[in-house]
């Protein structure tokens, strides 16, 4: 696992920056990361006192370990600039850009971080919302070494599409797999799109399922009450685990008896199911320290 990856993101909540009492309460909440929102969920006319919040939010601290995402406004905008030159020098792992559509997009966001006095371990994610950010995911994702994550914004990409909405998201398809492609040839993380109808729970995880066994490494979040079935459909389960346990022992036994060949119930285990466990095991891993420190 890269350093990109490794961190658990089963659950990524967005809060917006103009809710202080959302901001407080996503203190307690059990998601791995937290988008502090200040684009679509904030009106035009609280930008300015939702961008405080957050800074003011950030500075009290009190949310763990999990990781602490903002999500600023499109540089094309009046807030986009300041945004992130009061985001840049406070104690947020990453600041999240909408519609990115070129690594010139990226870019000219490092310059202004660098600018604006941002750690050197501040890490940028794309939202990746556009018919053009799709079709140029792989320039994106290599764009900068400070990129950690790939979040898909299926729903304006539905609208830009002129797309439907569908069970089985054929539409979205190709643009999800595609930024899978691109996230993983650079050691990105990638994290799947929001899921609109919070009365739907067996819609929701259906399509956890479905980003899953995609590739995803995870699901945003618009719903507290989402974030449980995100966690357990993202991270690896207790029979996961004992099972790349085992994989993982075989395999070193085997080496260590100077077979060539290794086999577990039947199945030959290659490099690639090792490494694929140590994955699991790492995940697992990462996730109980997570837990650990919210407890």
């Known amino acids: 696992m890269t350093q990109a990856t490794a961190r658990p993101r089963r659950s990524m909540l967005y809060m917006p920056g103009s809710n202080t009492r959302a901001l407080e309460k996503a203190r307690g909440l059990p998601a791995d990361a ?7 969920a ?20 009190g949310y763990g370990q999990r990781e602490l995402v903002v999500r600023v406004n499109g540089l094309d905008s009046p807030w986009g600039q300041d945004d992130i030159a009061a985001i840049a020098p406070t104690g947020a792992h990453a600041i999240l850009i909408p519609k990115v559509e070129s690594a010139e997009m990226v870019q000219q966001v490092e310059r202004l971080m660098a600018g604006a006095g941002a750690s050197e371990t501040m890490g940028i994610m794309c939202m990746m919302e556009t018919p053009l ?13 400070r990129l950690s994550c790939l ?15 569908t069970p089985e998201r054929l539409p979205v ?8 492609l691109a996230a993983r040839a650079h050691g990105l993380a990638v994290v799947d799109g929001v899921h609109l109808d919070l009365n739907d729970a067996e819609g929701f995880e259906a399509q956890c399922r479905q980003g899953r066994e995609l590739g995803m490494d995870g699901k945003t979040l618009i719903h507290p009450k989402t974030v449980a079935a995100a ?4 991270g690896p389960s207790e029979n996961d685990v004992a099972q790349a346990k085992r994989i993982i022992e075989a395999h070193a036994e085997a ?8 086999v577990l119930d039947g199945k030959l285990i290659e490099n690639l199911h090792v490494e694929d466990a140590q994955r ?13 420190q919210a407890a």
Request: charged share 25%; aromatic share 2%.
């Open 34 to 40: 937290l988008i502090l929102d200040l684009e679509d």
């Open 42 to 61: 904030v009106a035009p006319d609280a930008k300015t006192e939702a961008r405080q919040n957050i800074v003011s939010a950030l500075a009290e601290g």
């Open 133 to 145: 950010g799709i079709l140029r995911a792989e320039e994106i994702a290599g764009a900068s070494p």
């Open 151 to 165: 979040v898909m914004g299926t729903s304006d990409l539905v609208k830009d599409l002129n797309a439907k909405h």
């Open 173 to 180: 398809l190709t643009s999800l797999s595609l930024c899978v």
């Open 231 to 234: 966690n357990a459909a993202f």
């Open 255 to 262: 080496t260590r008896a100077g077979k060539g060949v290794v």
């Open 280 to 292: 699991t095991v790492a995940l697992a891993d990462s996730i109980a320290d997570l837990e650990a």
